[in-house]
């Protein structure tokens, strides 16, 4: 867990690792680029077993919003939406 603006949240890799407890090797993570251009990033998410989908997550983040942002915000949307998923 991680304090952000003093509310308590679990990682991305903490809810992986409950998703991968809950449901083990049978459960598929996808994710998929929405939308890319030169200022915004959308990335989905999905929790797929046996080809049904489970859960979806999205994630949109702004290449201006952060210096991390500027080279990575793909990265960022994709970490994003799996732990919205």
């Avoid at 251009?37 to 990335?43: A, E, N, P």
């Avoid at 919003?65 to 939406?81: G, K, P, V």
């Amino acid at each position: 867990m991680i304090n952000i603006h003093g509310k308590e949240y679990a990682t991305v890799a903490h809810r992986i690792a409950i998703f991968r407890r809950n449901l083990g090797a049978k459960a598929k993570i996808e994710t998929e680029v929405i939308s890319i251009d030169k200022d915004t990033v959308v990335m989905k998410a999905s929790g797929v077993i046996g080809g049904n989908v489970i859960a979806t997550g999205h994630a949109e983040e702004k290449r201006t919003a952060s210096r991390i942002n500027q080279t990575s915000a793909l990265e960022n949307a994709e970490t994003s939406s799996i732990g919205r998923m």
